[in-house]
């Protein structure tokens, strides 16, 4: 039975990207600057964790050497000195983003050459005249925010007026986003929805990647949570990934938490939802019953990126990858012959980096299962050789971009 499963750690960088100082980025590592924060007790945090990173079952496959193929230095607490029994590496994007979508497609075996439109970091940042299309579309009384800012926080200043008033929260960051928050039932989730839809029509010209629902609950400031309710409308994928080869070929392709939002289901034939990184773990687990021979599940890991790097929490995301180290084995117990999986990121968001945005960095590329040996598969020139392998296993016609590592 030849399957496939793409795990995506969102934002789990391991440094070196060779072009990371056109990004303003050059020395970020998410992953070696957690290790290091974590060794020397900066990344502990009273009943979370303490002491150096451990993640045995990752540093098995392979991270720790990646990684040091990656930025020449192994991460502190990563090292496993013994036989890596499976392929691992490292993954360079060719894209011209350090975002979500650039990242996922590219993964998928589409790069994206083109330049995503951005929002100046200026206050108001969104156009006066788009937003009066979508103040008049919606029937809104108007919004509110209107500015770069961290979500949490926006909500948190901004949340009690938006009850009071009706009005919408609109902020942005460095990403090709437009993000509107608002209440699930004083404003309506479904007028969330709509008025994001509205949104996303008005943006597509202006190639802004996602349109962001970020609905959440509470009654004041102190409690206002985001709930798992969150919606990305994005713009569809340009040309066909090996997402939508699979499915043209009759294959079944699972996507898990929020990645059917990020390809526009372009190329999904079931998505199964799931809040946090143990329930999408379990959503992951539900979805390997359901796969038969020939598919492929794709599962996003979004917490080390959405609650860890962009609060930039670098205890929180020790204790978020320690946590998923543990998770692993129950996965790789359930893993039958001919399986292959590939646990990767789309880029890096460097806990300890100045800012709140991603950050420019390679990726690891660790790919095992019972059928995978031992293999060395060096720097891959672009993402794409990842969907291409996952082709190649599944035994579909190649696309256009990236080879096979095994």
């Known amino acids: 039975m030849a399957r496939a499963f793409l795990l995506i750690m969102d934002s789990f960088g391991i440094g070196g990207a060779p072009d ?3 990004f ?3 020395g970020s590592n998410t992953l070696g600057h957690i290790a290091e924060n974590c060794a020397s007790g900066k990344g502990d945090r009273d009943g979370l964790r303490a002491g150096p990173l451990r993640l045995p079952n990752l540093d098995r496959l392979g991270l720790g050497a990646a990684a040091a193929l990656a930025s020449g230095s192994r991460p502190a607490g990563l090292d496993y000195s013994g036989t890596i029994d499976n392929a691992w590496g490292v993954g360079r994007e060719v894209s011209n983003g350090k975002d979500t979508p650039s990242g996922h497609w590219e993964i998928a075996g589409l790069p994206v050459p083109f330049d995503w439109g951005y929002f100046p970091d200026t206050e108001p940042c969104f156009p006066d005249e788009l937003i009066a299309q979508i103040v008049e579309k919606a029937g809104l009384p108007g ?5 770069h800012a961290s979500g949490t926080v926006i909500i948190e200043e901004l949340g009690d007026e938006h009850i009071k008033t009706g009005k919408p929260i609109f902020y942005t960051s ?3 986003v437009m993000q509107i928050a608002a209440h699930e039932t004083h404003f309506g989730l479904e007028r969330l929805y709509e008025i994001c839809q509205i949104a996303r029509d008005l943006t597509y010209d202006m ?5 962001i629902a970020r609905p959440f609950l509470g009654e004041t400031a102190k409690d206002f949570k985001r709930t798992g309710n969150r919606h990305d409308f994005a713009i569809e994928p340009t040309a066909d990934t090996v997402l939508d080869r699979l499915k043209a070929a009759g294959r079944q392709v699972i996507g898990v938490g929020k990645i059917s939002d990020i ?3 372009k190329g999904i034939t079931k998505s199964i939802k799931a ?3 143990s329930a999408l773990f379990d959503a992951m687990m539900e979805a390997e019953t359901l796969a038969g021979d020939g598919d492929l599940v794709f599962v996003n890991f979004v917490d080390f990126d959405m609650l860890f790097g962009h609060r930039r929490d670098v205890p929180g995301y020790a204790h978020a990858l320690e946590a998923f180290d543990a998770m692993l084995p129950r996965f790789i117990s359930q893993m039958k012959d001919g399986d292959l999986a590939i646990i990767t990121a789309d880029h890096g968001c460097d806990p300890t980096w100045r800012g709140t945005d991603h950050t420019r960095e390679q990726v690891p590329i660790l790919a095992f ?7 060395q598969i060096g720097v891959r020139p672009t993402f794409c050789d990842m969907g291409e392998t996952i082709a190649a296993h599944l035994g579909i016609e190649p696309g256009e971009h990236g080879s096979s590592f095994l």
Do not use: Y
């Not at 919004?143 to 500015?147: M, Q, T």
């Not at 299962?369 to 293999?375: D, E, M, N, R």
């Open 20 to 22: 990371a100082a056109a």
């Open 24 to 26: 303003g980025d050059e």
């Open 143 to 147: 919004i509110l925010g209107n500015k």
């Open 174 to 176: 460095a990403d090709s």
């Open 207 to 211: 190639m802004i990647g996602r349109i």
């Open 263 to 265: 390809f526009a289901a």
């Open 275 to 277: 809040n946090g990184n």
């Open 369 to 375: 299962g019972p059928g995978i040996g031992p293999k």
